[in-house]
């Protein structure tokens, strides 16, 4: 499984793609609460971004 590209894999690249932009946001959030960074709205367009590429990837995927 782990030497396979992901397009093989039978999970798909959905999985994949929406942990991905979780550990985004999870990370943002733990460096609030261990670091006191600061939530600006720079950090949270930039969640939001990567939240919408992977709307659009998995809407692509699915016309396929």
Request: proline share 2%; hydrophobic share 55%; charged share 15%.
């Amino acid at each position: 499984m782990f030497g396979r590209p992901v397009a093989e894999r039978r999970c798909g690249c959905g999985a994949a793609i929406d942990t991905a932009w979780c550990g985004v946001a999870l990370t943002a959030l733990g460096a609030r609460v261990f670091f006191k960074d600061a939530l600006t709205r720079r950090v949270a367009a930039g969640v939001g971004l990567v939240a919408a590429g992977v709307l659009i990837i998995e809407l692509g995927a699915a016309a396929h």
